[in-house]
């Protein structure tokens, strides 16, 4: 049974810090060796979007225009696990953040799996 797991989320005031991680478990390293993971949030009044996505091979990655120069995707292939270092944050950034993975060799389209989510607040 495939899992992702969120932690590290938390309360910060405006311009601060958090790291958050994504540990996976179960999953096959040709599965986690070809595929895209992205932190995704829903903001109120607006549609889910990716925050940002890193792919396996050659580590490429996204950013929405958002959080461009504030946030930093990582991912570590060898412990399956992802993480999302967000700096200078601001009270907009407040939701819930999801984990996902797309089992493909590409990040376009949709998304297998998700965690079940970790709370930002910035106030």
């Known amino acids: 049974?495939?899992?992702?797991?969120e932690s590290g989320g938390?309360?910060?005031?405006p311009g601060g810090s958090l790291r958050m991680s994504c540990v996976s478990s179960g999953y096959k390293y040709d599965s986690w060796s070809g595929s895209c993971m992205a932190w995704f949030r829903q903001?109120?009044?607006k549609e889910?979007?990716?925050?940002?996505?890193i792919f396996s091979a050659g580590g490429s990655t996204y950013y929405?225009?958002?959080?461009q120069g504030?946030?930093?995707i990582a991912r570590d292939n060898t412990r399956l696990t992802l993480s999302l270092q967000m700096g200078s944050l601001k009270p907009e950034d407040t939701t819930t953040y999801y984990c996902s993975i797309r089992r493909a060799w590409s990040?376009?389209?949709?998304?297998?799996d998700w965690g079940q989510g970790t709370q930002v607040t910035v106030s």
Do not use: K, N
């Not at 929405?64 to 959080?67: H, K, N, T, Y």
């Open 48 to 53: 889910r979007e990716a925050v940002a996505s």
């Open 107 to 112: 990040c376009a389209g949709e998304f297998h």
């Open 1 to 5: 049974q495939v899992q992702l797991v």
């Open 10 to 13: 938390g309360s910060v005031q």
């Open 43 to 45: 903001l109120p009044g």
């Open 70 to 72: 504030r946030f930093t």
């Open 64 to 67: 929405a225009d958002s959080v």
